[in-house]
C-alpha cells in the first residue's frame, strides 16, 4: 500500500497563473482533506471532499476550489495564484478518526 | 488566539535526554492527534488519543480529557528524532483537524 501520495512534490508558478494539484488516497480512504502550510506554521483546513463533493471548507477564497473523483482521488485549483499561496499543501485520507497524510507538494509563487 | 497551543516552539536537547512537549486546547475535542513532520514536509501521525495514555517504543503520548491538556515524551532521545512535532484535534468524526503550530526539536549528539 502506497498510503497517501502526491504530485507533483514541487512547484513553481508566476502571480497570476492557475495551479493543479494531486492526491491519491490510501486505499480503502474515501474521505480527502486538503490543507495549507506555511513555513513556520501549523497546516489550515481548506476543504473536505467526501463522495465527489466538497463537505466541509475553511476560510480560504474561492479561488481555491477541488475535485473528487470516483475512485477517491482528488485534485485542489487555485487559481489567480498571490505570492502569499507560496506553501506547503498537504492533503490527507481518512477513515474511521486515523488521518494519513502525503509527503505534500511545495508550491512557490514569484 | 489559536485553539491548539502548544509548548515550547523551539528545543534543544542533548541525546540520551529526556522530552516533554505540551499540548493545550480550547475547544471540546473527541480525538487528539500527535504528528511528525521531517524537513521536506511529509507527515507522519504517531498517535491519536482520545483517553489516557499510549507508547510505541520511546514515545509516549498522554491526554487529560478534563484539562484539555495532552503531552508527548520521547524517552532517551536520539538525533534522529529531530523534527517538527504538532498536535491537532478533532472536534468530532468529520470535522477537520484543528493543528497547533508545532515544536521543533533538535536532539544534538
Known amino acids: 500500500d502506497a498510503g497517501v501520495t502526491q504530485s507533483p512534490t514541487h512547484l513553481i508558478k508566476t502571480r497570476g497563473q492557475q495551479v493543479t494539484l494531486r492526491c491519491s488516497p490510501k486505499?480503502?480512504?474515501?474521505?480527502v482533506s486538503w490543507y495549507q502550510q506555511a513555513l513556520g506554521q501549523g497546516p489550515q483546513f481548506i476543504f473536505q471532499?467526501?463522495?465527489?463533493?466538497?463537505?466541509q471548507r475553511g476560510n480560504f477564497p474561492d479561488r481555491f476550489s477541488g475535485h473528487q473523483f470516483p475512485n477517491y482521488s482528488s485534485e485542489l485549483n487555485v487559481n489567480a495564484l498571490l505570492l502569499g499561496d507560496s506553501a506547503l499543501y498537504l492533503c490527507?485520507?481518512?477513515?474511521?478518526?486515523?488521518?494519513?497524510f502525503g509527503q505534500g507538494t511545495r508550491l512557490t509563487v514569484v | 488566539k489559536n485553539e491548539v497551543e502548544q509548548s515550547p516552539q523551539n528545543l534543544t536537547a542533548q541525546e540520551g535526554e529526556f522530552i516533554t512537549i505540551n499540548c493545550s486546547y480550547s475547544?471540546?475535542?473527541?480525538?487528539l492527534h500527535w504528528l511528525q513532520q521531517h524537513p521536506g514536509g511529509g507527515i507522519v501521525s504517531l498517535f491519536m488519543?482520545?483517553?489516557g495514555k499510549k507508547k510505541h517504543g520511546r514515545l509516549i503520548a498522554t491526554i487529560n480529557i478534563q484539562e484539555k491538556h495532552s503531552s508527548l515524551h520521547i524517552t532517551a532521545s536520539h538525533p534522529r528524532d529531530s523534527a517538527v512535532y504538532i498536535c491537532?484535534?478533532?472536534?468530532?468524526?468529520?470535522?477537520?483537524?484543528?493543528f497547533g503550530k508545532g515544536t521543533r526539536l533538535s536532539v544534538i549528539a
Open positions: 490527507a485520507s481518512r477513515k474511521n478518526s486515523e488521518a494519513f
Open positions: 486505499s480503502g480512504h474515501d474521505t
Open positions: 471532499y467526501y463522495e465527489e463533493e466538497e463537505r
Open positions: 475547544v471540546g475535542i473527541s480525538a
Open positions: 488519543l482520545s483517553s
Open positions: 491537532a484535534g478533532r472536534n468530532s468524526g468529520n470535522t477537520p483537524l484543528v
